[in-house]
């Protein structure tokens, strides 16, 4: 049997997959295993912000993996104290807790929301307004979390403690809260929902009235933050600072990664033996993350991903087939006129053209590092299979 075979055979079908054995990369382009080159416009959904094989991530990991590939989280590493320093000196964040995925970074926040409030207050005041059309993860306090009834679905009983409000409707959200909401969690462009940002005005009416009653204000930056919006986070571009914010994908560079900030009100809420991870803050993810927050937060690199987003939606925004463009830098999605995103998807993939869908829309999360020449070459194919 193939990889393809063997796969399907083994694994439980938890995703739709398309044909495609990828066997090696190089920055925005990569290899299956006929030979065949495809020009990545997903980045494994945010994740390889550095492209393949990014040379300072490899040696960093390689690195790291010949001399100490694990730790218990009881003892000290110094790839995770240097992490989370830089993350704490980028963001301005207190704290850190070192997950393995996004909604493991959106477990602990809601951890933290209900602990801060159970400590303040006591209980029943424990309920986390979202957002109608979010996405927070696939466990069951992240699916219950997610604004969407299609993820509410067979796996009953769900975690209770959440209210969603419709985006961008203060009233909406103003109406939600009954004196038991401890804190009210979002996404600035909600990704899965189909690459909607939010307005900004709302987002700082919502962080005012979060700051009057106590309420703490939770961003999930899994699929904004580091560095795909032309800054760090989301949240720089929206003139707010949460209290807590979620961060995982693109820190990794490509390993496993989840990450909750919190800001100097929350730092002291998790307390040993209240929340933890065997494998989380591993020295070998952690020694990656560190080669990625210093490539992203170098001089000139959010500029040029802001260049980078600017030509790409230029370039977009002059086919034909396009009908809008949303999504802020490089989190981009594409709304067409008559062609389904799914087919459209699988055209471009057949055509060696890696691309995402969400919701109706076609998705594009480039690595931040694509060059000039990858990204005509992607567009390129791109205009064809819209053709
Ligand atoms: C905004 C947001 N939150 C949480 C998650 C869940 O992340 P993970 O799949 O790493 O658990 C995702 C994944 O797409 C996401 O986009």
Not at 9 to 37: S, Y
Not at 196 to 223: G, H, P, T
Not at 229 to 257: D, R, S, Y
């Amino acid at each position: 049997m193939n990889t393809i075979q063997t796969t399907d055979q083994h694994m439980m079908k938890a995703f739709g997959r398309i044909p495609l054995v990828e066997t090696q990369g190089k920055n925005a382009t990569c290899t299956d295993e006929n030979g065949k080159t495809y020009i990545d416009f997903g980045s494994g959904i945010g994740c390889n912000v550095l492209g393949w094989g990014n040379e300072a991530w490899v040696e960093a990991v390689c690195g790291q993996v010949k001399k100490l590939q694990h730790a218990c989280n009881y003892y000290y590493t110094q790839p995770q104290a240097e992490f989370v320093e830089l993350l704490c000196k980028t963001t301005g964040f207190s704290r850190v807790f070192l997950g393995n995925s996004g909604a493991e970074a959106n477990e602990c926040a809601i951890k933290v929301a209900r602990k801060y409030s159970s400590d303040k207050y006591g209980k029943n005041r424990g309920t986390i307004i979202t957002l109608q059309n979010s996405f927070h993860g696939r466990t069951l306090a992240t699916l219950a979390a997610t604004g969407q009834d299609g993820f509410h679905q067979y796996f009953y009983p769900f975690p209770e403690g959440f209210a969603f409000a419709k985006a961008n409707d203060l009233d909406d959200l103003k109406s939600k809260l009954d004196g038991t909401v401890c804190a009210v969690m979002m996404e600035l462009v909600q990704g899965e929902g189909g690459v909607m940002a939010l307005d900004k005005d709302y987002v700082q009416a919502v962080a005012k009235l979060c700051e009057e009653q106590d309420i703490l204000l939770m961003i999930d930056e899994v699929q904004t933050g580091g560095g795909r919006m032309g800054t760090f986070l989301a949240q720089e571009l929206f003139g707010i600072t949460a209290n807590v914010t979620t961060l995982a994908k693109a820190i990794g560079g490509g390993l496993p990664i989840g990450a909750c900030l919190v800001d100097e009100k929350c730092a002291d809420v998790i307390t040993p033996g209240t929340h933890g991870s065997t494998f989380g803050g591993n020295p070998v993810v952690c020694a990656g993350a560190v080669a990625v927050m210093k490539q992203v937060t170098a001089e000139g690199f959010l500029d040029s991903v802001k260049e980078k987003a600017a030509y790409l939606r230029s370039e977009l925004a002059k086919i034909p087939e396009i009908a809008a463009l949303s999504g802020i830098g490089m989190m981009i999605g594409i709304t067409l006129k008559s062609k389904d995103a799914h087919d459209v998807m699988v055209k471009a993939n057949d055509a060696g053209l890696l691309v995402l869908t969400a919701k109706e829309k076609v998705r594009l999360l480039p690595p931040l590092t694509i060059t000039k020449e990858e990204m005509d070459a992607g567009l390129a194919i791109l205009r064809d299979v819209l053709a």
